[in-house]
């Protein structure tokens, strides 16, 4: 597509999509829609995408609607914010590649929060990280990127490349699920919180702190009551 109206015309019969392409193209603008994550107008964004060097800023904002929400979202809010640094198990390797069985990683929001997120099954060059066997953990520093994935049908992704500072750490010092969780727990209270409007960042929280410790305990309860029934 290289035209507004081509694209438009993809989409005359949602209505939604329709009136967000019309009113927004061109602009500098970005929207979160449930169903597909946030979509970028900004025509700048729509260079620098691996594999995508032919994208027309038409065929941008068309692949950020038919990808949805598959996609690395935890990478996407380490390329969209401050990335803090990766951590992860070494699975396999297959020629000039390694994959982690699990990338751990961090991130800074503008509040200066740190959060943590998780990709599984996560392929990399193996170039930079030297000699590493399977089961090895190591932490790094890493560019995140965007390239448009080919299987299933063009989507756009984000991964990982020309890692640095790399260093072998003890499995224990990976995060756990239950990090994890309690991570999301204090999301959860801290949005529906009463004073959140009144809170700078979370390590400002004007609750009460024998209240709050409780929810978190008998939230966690909840949710690991939940993971045993579904095993």
Not at 145 to 173: H, Q, T, V
Not at 177 to 204: K, V
């Amino acid at each position: 597509m290289k035209t507004k109206q081509e694209l438009l015309e993809k989409y005359k019969s949602n209505k939604e999509f329709y009136e967000l392409i019309d009113a927004h193209y061109g602009t500098k603008a970005s929207f979160q829609i449930p169903e597909v994550g946030i979509i970028f107008f900004d025509r700048e964004l729509a260079k620098g995408i691996i594999g995508g060097e032919k994208l027309s800023y038409e065929d941008f904002i068309d692949i950020q609607i038919q990808t949805k929400l598959d996609f690395r979202s935890s990478f996407f809010m380490c390329w969209v914010y401050t990335p803090m640094g990766f951590k992860g198990e070494v699975e396999t390797f297959a020629k000039s590649k390694i994959c982690f069985k699990r990338i751990y990683d961090e991130y800074m929001l503008p509040d200066t929060t740190i959060e943590m997120g998780k990709e599984d099954h996560v392929w990399m060059s193996s170039e930079g990280f030297g000699k590493l066997n399977k089961g090895d953990c190591v932490s790094f520093s890493a560019e995140v990127y965007r390239y448009i994935k080919k299987s299933d049908g063009k989507r756009l992704d984000y991964g990982l490349r020309n890692p640095e500072g790399i260093k072998k750490i003890n499995k224990y010092d990976l995060p756990s699920e239950d990090d994890l969780i309690m991570q999301t727990i204090d999301g959860i209270l801290c949005e529906t919180c009463e004073m959140a409007g009144f809170c700078a960042t979370r390590s400002n929280c004007m609750r009460d702190s024998k209240e709050r410790k409780l929810l978190k305990k008998q939230m966690f309860e909840m949710v690991q009551g939940t993971f045993k029934k579904e095993k």
